[in-house]
């Protein structure tokens, strides 16, 4: 399994909406992000992820839902909208041409960083959820290439 990434955007946003910006200063998503297989994306600010997500989703649709999200269903939306204003936004894809990554891998890799995470002193900031399956070395390789490009201020 190989890791594609990370593609940077930054964001500002209130409660309710978000703007995203690109590298190349386009306002759209493009690449990593708009690919329908497993994805983990990270939010942070300065050098340091606030929030691990996953989704096979286009990025779009994934922070929509969790902009919109009102708890009716349970679901509440990102806690992170509501106490920051802005942030960036990294996605890696998992890739594999022989054996297609599943949901579950992505799963594991986002425990895996989140749990590397709290080694460095503390939870996610406004991490609110996790899933946690028992991991491989490939899973933990690829969680500590990830947190190879981030530090802790």
């Known amino acids: 399994m190989e890791i594609l990434g990370p593609d940077r ?3 500002r946003f209130d ?3 978000y703007v995203v910006k690109c590298p190349k200063g386009s306002p759209k998503f493009s690449g990593l992000a708009t690919r329908r297989t497993p994805k983990l994306y990270l939010v942070g600010q300065d050098h340091w ?3 691990v997500g ?7 649709t994934r922070l929509r839902m969790g ?3 009102t708890g009716e269903s349970g679901y509440h939306g ?6 920051c204003t802005a942030a960036w936004l990294d996605i890696w894809c998992l890739a594999d041409d022989a054996v297609p990554p599943t949901v579950r891998d992505a799963e594991t890799v986002e425990a895996e960083i989140v749990f590397r995470i709290r ?4 939870w996610p900031e406004h991490q609110t959820e996790i899933h946690f399956y028992p991991s491989n070395d490939e899973h933990r390789r690829i969680a500590d290439h990830i947190m190879g490009h981030y530090r802790k201020a």
Not at 78 to 83: D, G, K
Not at 119 to 122: A, D, L, N, S, T
């Open 78 to 83: 990102y806690a992170w909208r509501r106490t």
């Open 54 to 60: 996953m989704t096979r989703q286009s990025m779009n």
């Open 119 to 122: 080694e460095k002193g503390q």
């Open 9 to 11: 955007y930054t964001m």
């Open 15 to 17: 409660a309710v909406k």
């Open 49 to 51: 992820p606030i929030y």
């Open 67 to 69: 902009f919109t999200a």
